[in-house]
Nanobody
Framework: QVQLVESGGGLVQPGGSLKLSCVAS????????MAWYRQAPGNKRERVAT???????NYVESVKGRFTISRDNAKNTMYLQMNSLKPEDTAVYYC????????WGQGTQVTVSS
C-alpha cells in the first residue's frame, strides 16, 4: 500500500504561482509513473501532467508553458510548479502513482481568484 499526501494548495490571484508537493510513503515510488490530475466542480477529473519513472514528462495543452512537473526520488516527492495561474485552473488537484497498482492522494484545493 502506498500513501500519497499532497500539499501546497491555496488561494492565489490570477497571474500568480503555486507549487504543489506530493509525498509518498515509500521509496519504491521511484519505480512508479506519477501524475497530477485536477477536478473542478461539475467537471470530470482531468490529467494535467505526467512524469515517468525515468523522468519523461507530458502536459495537457492548456497548461503547457505554465506548469512544470518534477520529482525528487531521494525525497519520495513529486512537484507541480504552477505559474501564470488563471481562474480556469481552479480545481482540486490530486496526486496519482501507478505501477503494480494505482494510488491517489486526498487532493489539495487550488483557487485562482481576485
Amino acid at each position: 500500500q502506498v500513501q500519497l499526501v499532497e500539499s501546497g494548495g491555496g488561494l492565489v490571484q490570477p497571474g500568480g504561482s503555486l507549487k504543489l508537493s506530493c509525498v509518498a510513503s515509500t521509496s519504491s515510488i521511484r519505480l512508479y509513473n506519477m501524475a497530477w490530475y485536477r477536478q473542478a466542480p461539475g467537471n470530470k477529473r482531468e490529467r494535467v501532467a505526467t512524469i515517468t519513472s525515468t523522468g519523461s514528462t507530458n502536459y495537457v495543452e492548456s497548461v503547457k508553458g505554465r506548469f512544470t512537473i518534477s520529482r525528487d526520488n531521494a525525497k519520495n516527492t513529486m512537484y507541480l510548479q504552477m505559474n501564470s495561474l488563471k481562474p480556469e485552473d481552479t480545481a482540486v488537484y490530486y496526486c496519482n502513482a501507478g505501477y503494480i497498482a494505482d494510488y491517489w492522494g486526498q487532493g489539495t484545493q487550488v483557487t485562482v481568484s481576485s
